[in-house]
T-cell receptor
């Protein structure tokens, strides 16, 4: 069945470090892919999305590229800030249902 | 304000009691969803609704009941709460069911069953 696997956390980085959070997926069709971010005490917010192969989603300095050949959608940011501390969820949508990864907690220290 | 509102934010109830979690959205989105979030499980779909008076089960529906008499409201009822239903519950909405339509989440209800 359809599923998403993302790297285990927690991840701790120093401010201005480079961030990669790995996400791979399994899907029978051609899903759209999403990254959501959850700040403490809040719901999930859409961070970025990509709807077809080779699309790059970007927002707030974060980027992810839809790689069909490796079934991946890794999240990257060149220079993280303390305010980026949150839990990040990779997700896919085939049109029938959303499937979420288990989330990766990121803490950025000054 | 436009958006999706859940109430209450926090709820403590006893085993066996009935409890209803409320969800209201102002976008007139057709689709609405209830998820629960638990450590180690991520988000799991409880129920969803494609329109008023149309609901369907998700991955973990047992012990829950939903209704959708109006497009903007989608309450979730725990008929007889159990400790295993202690969780954070999120309501979400979506404009359509095409695959590139994102989910929009409320801020959640943290439910504790004692």
């Amino acid at each position: 069945g359809d599923s998403v696997t993302q790297m285990e956390g927690p991840v701790t980085l120093s401010e201005e470090a480079f961030l990669t959070i790995n996400c791979t997926y399994t899907a029978t069709g051609y899903p759209s892919l999403f990254w959501y971010v959850q700040y403490p005490g809040e719901g999930l917010q859409l961070l970025l999305k990509a709807t077809k192969a080779d699309d790059k989603g970007s927002n707030k300095g974060f980027e992810a590229t839809y790689r069909k050949e490796t079934t991946s959608f890794h999240l990257e940011k060149g220079s993280v800030q303390v305010s980026d501390s949150a839990v990040y969820f990779c997700a896919l949508n085939t049109g029938n249902q959303f499937y979420f990864g288990t989330g990766t907690s990121l803490t950025v220290i000054p | 304000d436009a958006g999706i509102t859940q109430s209450p934010r926090y709820k403590i109830t006893e085993t066996g009691r009935q409890v209803t979690l409320m969800c209201h959205q102002t976008w007139s989105h057709s689709y609405m969803f209830w998820y629960r979030q638990d450590l180690g499980h991520g988000l799991r779909l409880i129920y969803y609704s494609a329109a008023a008076d149309i609901t369907d089960k998700g991955e973990v529906p047992d012990g829950y009941v939903v209704s959708r008499s109006k497009t903007e409201n989608f309450p979730l009822t725990l008929e007889s709460a159990t400790r295993s239903q202690t969780s954070v519950y999120f309501c979400a909405s979506s404009e359509s069911n095409i695959d590139n339509s994102p989910l929009h989440f409320g801020n959640g209800t943290r439910l504790t069953v004692t």
